[in-house]
């Protein structure tokens, strides 16, 4: 249980571009899910939190114009990077949080990462 | 404002050795402290702790918290080299997680 996926795993695209990722909790709910972006040989770092059915909270430095996020639903998230440029190239991945854990006990800080999209602008 | 140090930042052992890595935090409205393995992608969840002084075991791995110190240990016996891989510890507060910065560990035959 608790699998997150994510689409697609990998996009190259040209600068001016916009791009579509998709993050999906597949056999839980998530109220909430995440959004992270990593640079090679570092940590993961949180661009966003975004809650089901409202707007996302973007954290500072993070542009919300440029990085688009929509959670309409309990199992879907969707990060849009807008007009891409090639230092938006970079691993994103997205973690979705199941406020029950795997034994059914209420757990709100299991988070479940997706697999990460690679994204490349040229 | 939050931080988790993890420690050492690399660690190269042999096959077989036994290693003990360490995470610190300082988090606000502490609830929980989270221990994933990251390989090439994305990181897979291996321990939640949220009360101190109980060990969490999975196979060679377990993990215990000290909500004394402010401290975790994950250790890892009998190590194999599909051991290799980026350690995370998390820091879970009422709102979000704080990341530290990862422990490398590279385990070589």
């Known amino acids: 249980g608790a699998v997150v996926s994510q689409h697609p795993s990998r996009v190259i695209c040209k600068s001016g571009t916009s791009v579509k990722i998709e993050c999906r909790s597949l056999?839980?709910?998530?109220?909430?899910m995440f959004w992270y972006r990593q640079f090679p040989k570092q940590s993961l770092m949180l661009m966003a939190t975004?809650?089901?059915?409202?707007?996302?909270?973007?954290e500072q430095g993070v542009e919300k114009d440029k990085f688009l996020i929509n959670h309409a639903s309990l199992t879907l998230s969707t990060l849009t990077v807008t007009s891409a440029h090639p230092e938006d190239s970079s691993f994103y991945i997205c973690?979705?949080?199941?406020?029950?854990?795997?034994?059914?006990?209420?757990?709100?800080?299991?988070?479940?990462f997706g697999p990460g999209t690679r994204l490349t602008v040229l | 404002e939050d931080k988790v140090v993890q420690s050492p930042l690399s660690l190269v052992v042999h096959e077989g050795d036994t290693v003990t890595l360490n995470c610190s935090y300082e988090?606000?409205?502490?609830?929980?402290l989270l221990w994933y393995k990251q390989e090439k992608k994305a990181p897979t969840f291996l321990f939640m702790l949220?009360?101190?002084?109980i060990e969490k075991k999975s196979g060679r791995l377990s993990s215990i918290l000290d909500k004394k110190e402010l401290f975790s240990i994950l250790n890892i016996t009998a190590t194999q080299t599909g051991d290799s891989a980026v350690y995370l510890c998390?820091?879970?507060?009422?709102?979000?997680?704080?990341f530290g910065k990862g422990t490398l560990l590279t385990v070589n035959p």
């Open positions: 056999d839980f709910q998530a109220t909430t």
């Open positions: 949220t009360s101190s002084g």
């Open positions: 998390l820091g879970g507060s009422n709102y979000k997680l704080t």
């Open positions: 988090v606000t409205n502490f609830r929980s």
């Open positions: 973690s979705a949080r199941d406020v029950r854990g795997l034994a059914g006990v209420l757990s709100t800080d299991t988070q479940y």
């Open positions: 975004s809650n089901e059915g409202s707007k996302a909270t973007y």
